[in-house]
């Protein structure tokens, strides 16, 4: 492997929601002289606080976190932008002579700072009305069984109304010939971006279910419907990508008159278990992706290892 194209090392912390990757992030940045660099593709919106399990000023306990409340939920936000704030922070963060823990479970964002990714090629937009019109008529569970007809492994992690990555597959293939999986291994770029360590939070599936449940009720409880409404009356339409994310779709539908409270928090809790498994097999088809217990003792003893050695 040829040598990677920024010389700071990275320590990650990834898993699937509810798996108490920040707390264990802060628990070692204070321990480390770190700071933290998230990695989740909704943290990055202000004004959703509750339904992203953003972290509190107090839990954060004076270790900074980049990457939360980038940009309003109207501004589009993708990996590639994500990965050139990223890269912006971290080289912020190693300039004041701290380390860097990056912690998140968006695997894309993930991948494309660490590795970097060509996503496919360029965008057919005449292909991509065709397809969106298709779905309009037949629904996007319709277009999500074609993709799993002919990229499984696409299918299995994108949810059924993922409207955007569904026709972003299934152009890829119309434009090659092969699946978008095989496409982005063909072209994933052989250097590593960064020196790292990747771990990832190995729960029991049961114990992880359990603590899912648990932290939707929490955020029912904290708060959530009065956030999801805050943002419907700010102007923030239940259309935009944001609001159509795991939590704030199924609440939205409950403001709208579509849906039961009690009903819609059932539901949240049940497509987050889902999405968790997604996020699982996301992360167990990265190779250099260690499974690792949440034990923070273990994690310490390994980033002393990793930093100790590349030192700053």
């Not at 771990?199 to 049961?206: K, M, N, Q, S």
């Amino acid at each position: 492997m040829s040598r990677p194209c920024h010389d700071i090392p990275v320590f990650v912390i990834a898993g699937p929601t509810a798996s108490g990757k920040t707390a264990l992030a802060i628990a070692l940045a204070q321990r480390l002289n770190a700071e933290l660099v998230g990695a989740d593709s909704m943290q990055v919106y202000r004004h959703m606080d509750i339904g992203t399990a953003k972290p509190t000023a107090d839990e954060l306990a004076g270790i900074p976190h980049h990457l939360i409340d980038v940009v309003a939920p109207s501004t589009p936000y993708d990996a590639a932008r994500y990965a050139t704030d990223a890269d912006r922070a971290i080289a912020d963060i190693h300039r004041r002579g701290k380390r860097v823990i990056l912690v998140g479970g968006t695997g894309l964002y993930i991948r494309v700072l660490l590795r970097g990714l060509q996503s496919g090629p360029p965008p057919d937009d005449a292909l991509r009305q065709r397809l969106t019109d298709e779905a309009r008529d037949l629904g996007w569970p319709a277009l999500h069984q074609r993709l799993r007809d002919i990229d499984p492994a696409a299918a299995q992690r994108l949810h059924p109304n993922d409207g955007v990555r569904i026709v972003r597959a299934l152009e890829v293939f119309a434009q090659t010939g092969i699946s978008l999986t095989e496409w982005q291994a063909q072209h994933r770029f052989a250097q590593h971006r960064y020196p790292h360590r990747f771990h990832v939070l190995d729960w029991p599936r049961e114990a992880l279910n359990r603590r899912i449940d648990t932290r939707v009720t929490h955020m029912m409880e904290q708060g959530f419907l009065g956030e999801v409404q805050a943002l419907l009356g700010a102007g923030y339409s239940h259309d935009l990508k944001p609001m159509q994310a795991l939590g704030y779709r199924q609440l939205c539908a409950h403001l709208l008159g579509n849906t039961a409270l009690a009903d819609a928090t059932e539901q949240i809790k049940t497509e987050t278990r889902r999405f968790a498994k997604r996020q699982g097999t996301w992360f167990r088809s990265e190779a250099d992706a260690l499974a690792t217990p949440p034990d923070v003792d273990a994690l310490l003893q390994s980033a002393n290892a990793f930093f100790g050695a590349h030192p700053r």
